[in-house]
């Protein structure tokens, strides 16, 4: 795979003297390496999964224009030597980015500092994306979830883990399985129609990262130098992307938000209909989420490169649903 990796950095004029796998790949299915090239300057090349060309050229369109407006903390994606963003090989879509900088340790170095930055970085990205696409309609992201509430209770009856080996690889699945079935329907409902009346309600819609958690967030000393993947990006809310970061680094930790709110509102002020959905919508994640990672490992039979790191998303989901469900 090796001289794969190097053959697709030429297309992009890079000569790759050294090529290490990428210890973050995500979830996605896409496959990330770290490139050394001349003169000390490294790159990621990543082969991604599931997107089409348009897609990627969008994504990239953003990116690039985010990286104009002084957002040096996103990867900036290089040209081929035709001139394209990506390169195809008939199979595979590929791209090469400049590697940023950093460590996804907000975790076990949290601090007040950080969580600013990071917020306020945030809220650059999403002004400077706001100028390549800017839209007012309802919310994809929105019906998505009300729609996955709404069928909520079929399908988690129709969830049963038979599987001696997955439950052996994912221990937590049991115990977040019968989690869900123990949401009580009055608290579904609750969500559903509470969410309903947004799922028609104009919004302002722009590009917004979606997959925007822990491990995408890298960070030198006090500050956020780099955010990673943007497979997912589509346009929505930003109230999307403020739900799922907060979730993930400050969960069940609600003073955090409101601070992490506030530095964020000081570069990019938060529209009153985007601030309530932002409350809204985490114990609704929280559900979903639970709901597709048992889909996907039962269901669906998807493999992951790092079951670890599957079981260790599957615990913290489990932890929080203790804390939002069943006090």
């Avoid at 770290?34 to 300057?41: E, H, L, T, V, Y």
């Avoid at 969580?115 to 019906?143: C, E, I, T, Y």
Wanted: hydrophobic content about 40%; glycine content about 4%; proline content about 5%.
């Amino acid at each position: 795979m090796q001289s794969t990796v190097k053959d697709v950095a030429l297309k992009f004029g890079i000569h790759a003297e050294a090529v290490t796998p990428a210890s973050n790949s995500g979830f996605s299915g896409a496959e990330v390496w770290r490139i050394s090239a001349d003169q000390g300057k490294q790159y990621s090349v990543k082969r991604l999964a599931n997107m089409t060309e348009d897609h990627l050229a969008w994504i990239h369109r953003v990116l690039l224009h985010t990286i104009v407006c002084d957002c040096d903390f996103v990867p900036s994606p290089q040209r081929t030597k035709d001139g394209m963003s990506f390169h195809t090989d008939g199979d595979s879509l590929w791209e090469v980015c400049t590697w940023v900088p950093g460590e996804a340790d907000f975790e076990t170095n949290p601090s007040d500092k950080r969580l600013s930055h990071a917020m306020k970085s945030l809220a650059k990205f999403h002004q400077s994306a706001a100028q390549v696409n800017f839209d007012f309609r309802p919310s994809d992201g929105v019906r998505a979830r009300l729609d996955g509430l709404m069928n909520l209770k079929e399908t988690v009856k129709s969830l049963h883990i038979s599987s001696k080996a997955t439950v052996d690889t994912y221990p937590t699945l049991n115990s977040l399985l019968l989690q869900l079935k123990q949401i009580p329907s009055q608290k579904r409902k609750s969500l559903a129609d509470k969410l309903s009346k947004f799922a028609g309600q104009t919004l302002p819609l722009q590009p917004v990262i979606r997959d925007l958690w822990h491990d995408h967030l890298l960070f030198s000393g006090e500050q956020l130098t780099g955010l990673v993947d943007f497979d997912a990006m589509q346009m929505d809310s930003i109230s999307l992307d403020l739900t799922r970061c907060l979730g993930s680094i400050v969960p069940n930790k609600f003073d955090r938000w409101k601070f992490a709110l506030q530095a964020y509102s000081s570069v990019r002020p938060i529209q009153p209909a985007e601030l309530e959905l932002i409350g809204l919508l985490d114990p609704i994640n929280i559900v979903l989420s639970s709901m597709n990672w048992i889909k996907w490992i039962v269901v669906e039979k998807r493999q992951f490169e790092n079951p670890m790191a599957v079981e260790s998303r599957l615990k913290m989901l489990k932890d929080r649903m203790s804390q939002l469900w069943l006090t």
